[in-house]
């Protein structure tokens, strides 16, 4: 179901004997993780209520919804329930079934589509779509047999990375592969479930750009991050003046508003590349909703990622967003609550608080454990070399490796 009225917050007049009187209406979203609660706190900062499906009970976002839908996604009664309460709704993690947003969109306007979101889902099918609209990506097999694992062998693709094609993230279900021996070895550990076999590609940087598109087409984008992963999760944005050259991100914008015009994309959409030695640029993956490389934008931009999340759901218009601060991000993972010795410890919050620019965001994770993402600190300030020193200080503080 599209919407072609915008859903304006505060919700319609009731008018009557309560002059002025306003029900606010409620936007609703498949998943209650961080992004979900980010989501929740942009709606309900315009004036929305919220509706968060989540089956977890201490789902970050259920924990701060007007309301939390306890079921699985695929709960009949649980989608009966959110799509009764809810204006429109989004989805807040890529590996949300498909069919049960198809569902959810027969009764409400959900954006992303579900089509959208099972490109996303597949790398196979997310590989298909960038080749569609003429972005290069890393040279790849699809393995989903015995025939198609013997037929990559001959494609010059090792040493490689084989990818789980569906629920791999922060770098889970990948393995590293140098011959032929190890490739078989991993398709095994892997239960010999569908997978990609991409090319190892000798990476120079890596970056990433996040678009909003409206229902009418009409796209705005943030400028191009830098992100520095470690371990396959993302360790570091950072995204200030000669972070990476213009053409380079032109490039990058160019290819994101081509993959996201390729698949009428409605709603937030991060795309992220590799940038190889030669200078070269590769897309990696797509993520159909606000990503963890864009989290700058809360205190960086004029507006956020999930600002824009909010407003292309309500069919609100869209403004190209400004960035007013050089940003770093430093992803806050479980790592930090441990010792060198593997003690449990409380970070040292006033110290980091302490310094000049450092906006902490705490996801409300109860439980840490190493590799977890339970926030991330924003550093802004007026100039790169003001934010660099803050945030190699915020690093040193809390035991992050320095960048
Ligand atoms: P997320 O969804 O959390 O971003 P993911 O699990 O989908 O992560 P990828 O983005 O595919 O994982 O890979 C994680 C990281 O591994 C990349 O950011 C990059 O650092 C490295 N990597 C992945 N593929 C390649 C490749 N073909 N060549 C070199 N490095 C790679
Ligand atoms: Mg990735």
Known sequence: ???SVSLLPGGSATGGATAGAAEPLTLGVMGGGQLGRMF?????????FTAVLDPDAQSPAGRVSHRHIQTDYTDPSGLQQLAACSAAITTEFENVPAPALRELAKLRPVSPSADAVAIAQDRAAEKAHFVKCGVTCAPYAVIESGAQLDEALSGNLLPGILKTSRMGYDGKGQVRVKDADALRAAWQDLKQVPCVLEKMLPLHLECS????RGRDGQMVNFPV?????????LAVTEVYEGHLPEVMQQQAVAAARSIAEGVNYVGVLCVEFFVLQDGSMVVNEMAPRPHNSGHYTLDACDQSQFDLQVRTLAGLPLTQPRQHSAAIMLNVLGDVWFDAKGAVRLP????VLALPGTHLHLYGKTEARKARKMGHLNVTGASVAEVRQVALKAAAILGIEAF
């Open 1 to 3: 179901m599209t919407n």
């Open 40 to 48: 929740v706190h942009a709606a309900q900062t315009m004036g929305y």
């Open 209 to 212: 750009v996040i678009v909003a």
């Open 225 to 233: 991050q830098r992100n520095l992963h470690r371990e396959g999760i």
């Open 348 to 351: 040292d919050w006033a110290a």
